[in-house]
């Protein structure tokens, strides 16, 4: 029994224990929310200008009083690109002194240049007067072929008309006719101006061959070699024309225009043998488009036959000299 009472008494001591000290605790708590909320308004008035403090700096960045500070920076950015404008114009000044400088430079290469062109554009007056030379002997050779040549005419009509060859014998007729003009002209040369003809003074600048041999001509005569070969071509596609006409056979070298081949042949520039053996090449050539009545070798354009310019090319072949 003394026990329990005991016991009861403890519990009793620890319980009103209890209570005393829960009170104590809930005054202890109930003052603190007193002071926070003194100190939340004391804290709420003091912050007010210290929140706008912080914010005005973040918030005011595009302010005008702020961007008036980058201006006057940006200034001092763009004198360092003062600098970088006075490069370019130094680097533009440097590469203008060679340019003034290749004028000069070239200069004394414009005077010289024409000096050996000069030199070279003119044979000596001895090589000229050689050629004038050569050039007189030869035209006296050829009015006496010409002679000769018409001479024949006459006997191989009389051939081509026992043979009926009456479109052949027609064609001969207009070659022999031509041929008379051509002699005239020949004749009235005597009096050619030789000094004012610049074949005679013009050196050499082609080369071609014939019949394994090679010989040196210059543009003017070269002139007269293509002249040789269109001549023949057309003088043979008429040839040849006639002969089919004719129903004769195939047969260039029985004709008269190519047995003469000087048609054309002022005399000029070239020998006669060289002019016969060009023109012969285009005639063989005119008398095959003719005879087959079509245009392989050549053309017939503005009222003249002529031969295409690759053949030509292939039968004269003239190289340049170098």
């Not at 912080?54 to 500070?69: D, I, N, R, V």
């Not at 440097?94 to 414009?110: C, F, H, I, L, S």
């Not at 070279?120 to 007189?136: A, H, S, V, Y």
Request: charged share 20%.
């Amino acid at each position: 029994m003394r026990v329990n009472i005991l016991n009861r008494t403890f519990v009793a001591a620890a319980v009103i224990g209890a209570v005393s000290l829960a009170g104590s605790g809930v005054t202890a708590y109930a003052q603190p929310p007193q002071q926070q909320e003194q100190k939340k308004s004391s804290e709420a008035q003091k912050p007010v200008p210290q929140k706008k403090k912080p914010q005005k700096p973040e918030e005011q960045k595009p302010s005008p009083g702020q961007q008036a500070k980058p201006q006057q920076q940006r200034p001092a950015q763009a004198q360092p690109q003062q600098p970088k404008q006075q490069r370019p114009a130094q680097a533009q000044a440097q590469p203008q002194q060679p340019k003034q400088q290749r004028p000069a430079q070239a200069q004394p290469q414009q005077p010289s240049q024409p000096q050996p062109r000069q030199a070279q554009g003119r044979l000596p007056q001895q090589q000229q007067q050689q050629r004038i030379g050569e050039q007189q002997q030869q035209l006296v050779q050829y009015r006496d072929q010409l002679n000769q040549q018409q001479g024949l005419a006459p006997q191989q009509g009389v051939e081509l008309q026992r043979q009926h060859r009456t479109a052949q014998y027609g064609f001969q007729q207009q070659y022999v006719a031509r041929l008379r003009e051509q002699q005239l002209s020949v004749q009235n040369s005597d009096t050619y101006n030789y000094g004012g003809d610049p074949y005679f003074y013009t050196p050499a600048s082609y080369r071609y061959s014939r019949n394994g041999r090679f010989f040196e001509t210059n543009e003017y005569g070269a002139t007269v070699l293509r002249q040789a070969v269109n001549d023949g071509y057309a003088e043979g596609f008429g040839v040849g024309q006639a002969d089919r006409q004719d129903r004769w056979a195939f047969n260039y070298a029985d004709s008269y225009a190519y047995q003469d081949g000087i048609y054309g042949y002022r005399g000029f520039y070239i020998g006669r043998d060289d002019y016969r053996y060009y023109f012969r090449q285009g005639f063989r050539r005119g008398y095959n488009d003719g005879y087959y009545g079509r245009y392989r070798y050549g053309v017939h354009a503005a009222g003249r036959y002529s031969v295409l310019g690759a053949v030509l090319s292939v039968i004269i072949n003239l190289q340049p000299l170098r």
